[in-house]
């Protein structure tokens, strides 16, 4: 079953230096859905010190749960985060939403 449109939560506005949780979620689709999140339409990767940008925040991207926690947010984080729900019979985005730091 394909998944449903996510319900996405994210914070509109966090201060620098504090921690930060998105979350993601539907659970009509099966296989269950894995997640991934996007930060202005870029993929986020799962692990942030694997990531190739020049990008030094911290966060941890928990796919199966569709958790994503920024441990301290700086300015870089600001932008619109989305996210996808995948399983084997098809994807699902939530709309985009702002977070501002």
């Known amino acids: 079953v394909k998944p449903m449109t996510p319900r996405c939560s994210v914070p ?9 949780s998105l979350h993601c979620h539907e659970n009509e689709g099966f296989p269950k859905s894995t997640y991934s999140w996007y930060r202005n339409s870029e993929p986020l990767s799962p692990d942030s010190k694997s990531s190739t940008k020049p990008h030094n925040s911290s966060y941890t991207l928990n796919p ?4 994503l926690v920024f441990h301290a947010v700086h300015k870089g984080d600001t932008g619109r985060y989305s996210c996808i729900a995948t399983n084997d019979a098809g994807f699902a985005k939530c709309e985009e939403q702002e977070m501002e730091v």
Do not use: D, I, L
């Open 64 to 67: 199966a749960t569709g958790t």
């Open 12 to 20: 509109k506005a966090v201060p620098v230096g504090k921690s930060a």
